[in-house]
């Protein structure tokens, strides 16, 4: 699958000299959540948002026939701290520590629309392949191992191994102010919410959803008097 959508890139980059050309940076806050697992008794999870940064370069107005998309290009480093209990009559286990990553992040939207020649609207999915992963991860807790026997830890260090690719839903809102015909900058704010959990470990099933603000410049292939095509 990464594969096609490489070579799906690829060949939309073959016609770049009409197209938008886009960079942008941003400060991305990003948080870990779950669904508290109604089948595990005394389950509960607590995240805490942390920042980190975004680089991504696109390609907007991109055609095919009549229907255009917008595809994307970028670095993430994201990160947050978590805390998750779980247990039973048998014992209880905590799981608590902060993950740091980085990642090489590709967007495809389908849904690409423009009000009043300036404001941007995309919808589409966001495939994130993991680079590098830091973290400092400790369990502590107990369990019975036999009558009258209770076996206890505190601050072992624990591996959280990470998934090498995800994937999400993204959804980007900008404003185009045009230095001239074809040139722009934009403000923008764009979001991702993760639909794939993050970690192979078994029981911690966080995904991730996080919020960049940034600035875009815009090298506009077509002119800014040029309107665009819809997207459905």
Do not use: C
């Not at 392949?129 to 019975?144: A, E, H, M, Y």
Request: charged letters at 20%; zero cysteines.
């Amino acid at each position: 699958m990464p594969t096609k959508i490489f070579l799906l890139l690829v060949l939309a980059s073959s016609g770049l000299y009409a197209q938008n050309i886009e960079l942008s940076s941003g400060i991305l806050r990003n948080s870990f959540y779950d669904r508290e697992d109604q089948n595990t008794p005394h389950y509960a999870s607590e995240y805490t948002p942390q920042e980190g940064v975004d680089i991504v370069l696109g390609i907007d107005n991109v055609r095919f026939d009549w229907y255009s998309m917008r595809f994307t290009l970028g670095y993430l480093e994201y990160g947050g701290d978590f805390k998750i209990e779980e247990g039973g009559l048998g014992g209880s286990i905590t799981k608590a520590g902060a993950i740091e990553k980085s990642a090489l992040a590709l967007g495809i939207y389908f849904l690409n629309l423009k009000f009043f020649n300036r404001i941007d609207f995309n919808l589409g999915t966001h495939y994130s392949f993991l680079l590098n992963q830091s973290d400092n991860v400790t369990s502590s807790g107990w369990r019975l191992i036999g009558p009258g026997e209770v076996e206890t830890w505190e601050n072992e260090e624990v591996e959280l191994e990470s998934k090498q690719m995800v994937w999400g839903f993204s959804a980007r809102l900008a404003y185009d102010f045009y230095l001239n015909d074809y040139i722009a900058i934009s403000p923008q704010v764009r979001g991702y919410l993760g639909a794939k959990r993050e970690f192979e470990t078994v029981n911690f099933n966080s995904k991730q959803y996080s919020v960049s603000l940034g600035i875009q410049i815009n090298l506009n292939g077509t002119g800014k008097g040029e309107p665009r095509t819809f997207s459905f």
